[in-house]
């Protein structure tokens, strides 16, 4: 079965860090560019980060840039976000997504990120 | 800034057929930006329903479709059912990065 399971969700203070992973299974994860979207309570879906298949290249939405950081463990098949500098308005559900021919393919369920003191 | 449009809600009687679109603020929607398409039910993670503009991923029936429809990207839901109540959002790849219209809110009534 396909699956990606996301974790490391939870409370921290404004200015604190976090690091979010996604385990996947199911599919050849190093085959796959893989991403982060987020979904702030009651609004939409953003898009946050993609990283190559390989890491090479890495991409983010101008509002983390500097704070967050995409990566991944091709051998552990593991996708991670490192935020740093957290603020209120990435209070959000962060889902990962592999990506196939530019869109998001397969999701995972999502993990909660409050940003509060 | 880019912004990417969508209508915020939408209405349909069971049995019809709605076209949802996906604009730019700015400019047109073209298969370069390879739109994609996807429903999500609260409390639940999205589903891909079309990507590449056209292309429907695994799964999803047919009558679900995508197009472009002049300068806008759109999806098409041909005999809707009570559960295609739903937020649909598209998303836009607009170079080194994705940019999600605001979704539409889908009524089946």
């Known amino acids: 079965e396909v699956q990606l399971v996301e974790s490391g969700g939870g409370l921290v203070q404004p200015g604190g860090s976090l690091r979010l992973s996604c385990a996947a299974s199911?599919?050849?994860?190093?085959?796959?560019?893989m991403s982060w979207v987020r979904q702030a309570p009651g609004k939409g879906l953003e898009w946050v980060a993609s990283i190559k298949q390989d890491g090479s290249e890495t991409y983010y939405v101008d509002s983390v840039k500097g704070r967050f950081t995409i990566s991944r463990d091709n051998a552990e098949n593991s996708l991670y976000v490192q935020m740093n500098s957290l603020r209120a308005e990435d209070t959000a559900v962060y889902y990962c997504a592999n990506q196939r021919r530019w869109a998001f393919d397969i999701w995972g369920q999502g993990t909660m990120v409050t940003v509060s003191s | 800034q880019t912004v990417v449009t969508q209508e915020p809600s939408f209405s349909v009687s069971p049995g019809g057929t709605v076209t949802l679109t996906c604009g730019l603020s700015s400019g047109s929607v073209s298969t370069s930006h390879y739109p994609s398409w996807y429903q999500q039910t609260p409390g639940q993670a999205p589903r891909t329903l079309i990507y590449t503009t056209n292309t429907r991923s695994s799964g999803v029936p047919d009558r679900f479709s995508g197009s472009i429809l002049g300068n806008k990207a759109a999806l098409t839901i041909t005999g809707a059912q009570a559960d295609d109540e739903s937020d649909y959002y598209c998303v836009l790849y607009m170079s080194r990065g994705w940019v999600f219209g605001g979704g539409t809110k889908l009524t089946v009534l």
């Open positions: 199911g599919f050849t994860f190093n085959s796959y560019w």
